[in-house]
């Protein structure tokens, strides 16, 4: 089934030049039943990319613009008075589909932030006395700009815990810069066919759940995570003044099925600690709470990751 994942990224590449590490985060939140975040500066082929994607997957595509003004049934939906007939009906919201872009989720004010985030762990809407359940799989892939600072609603931690991945996007290189230009002036994209039905989802899930993961491989992970919140114990006393709380117990469970996941797209039936360094920092990013003195000395997540990732014995 290794193919199909090769076929989904041929698709995808007919519209998307470069970004190969935001399709495979994509891939592996929803090979994982998890959700992503995405944060880069505009015009980075985010919104590009998922809609390519749920092409190539044959599913359902929806995309929310957040906004300070938007409410919670503006995503969920409500409930509508019907004049005619005398009663009520329900009018569904973007929510319910399969792929769901929630752009510039800091935009939007709590309440609409929590609402999103209850039916990303609940996978479910409740209008009125009516509760729906969503077709499976659903996927948000959420975006925020980290350069606007005026309008901005910043999300919680325990909000930003929900997600899976946190991934940071960059520019592309010149070269594919170049070749973006070329094809939009000249207007050349090919089609995308749909190269997988649900039940070849359903498929890949199940292999993905049997890659083999080695115990020493598996305490690795759980030390890598530890160190975040226990950096004294292994020797990282430069960096414990930096962190006020450490990973969450979630990165324990979604880096065991990310790296499965990673394995698998590798075209391998068993995990390295390489798979494990790969998807790291997008599994503990948005994780870790730096205190003050690491954001008055512009001190990043990602250099305390690195930091551990270079501490902790690789078995």
Known sequence: ???????????????????????????????????????GVPGLAKTTTVNALSKALGLNFKRAQFTPDLLPSDILGAEIYDPQNNQFKIKKGPIFTNLLLADEINRAPAKVQSALLEVMQEKQVTLGDTTFKLDPPFFVMATQNPVEQEGVYQLPEAQLDRFMLKLVVDYNTKTEELEIARRISSGEFEAISAVLTSEDLDTLKKEIASIHVDAEVEEYMIELVNATRNPSDYGLDEIKDFIQFGASPRVSIDMFKAVKAMAFM????????????????????????????????????DELIQKVLETVAIP
């Open 1 to 39: 089934m290794i193919s199909k994942i090769e076929n989904i990224k041929k698709e995808v590449a007919k519209v998307v030049v470069g970004q190969e590490k935001m399709i495979d985060s994509l891939l592996i939140a929803l090979l994982c039943e998890g959700h992503i975040l995405i944060e």
């Open 266 to 301: 590798r075209g391998k039936d068993f995990v390295t600690p390489v798979d494990v360094a790969y998807i790291a920092k997008e599994l503990m990013r948005h994780r870790i709470v730096l205190t003050y003195e690491a954001e008055a000395e512009g001190v990043t997540t």
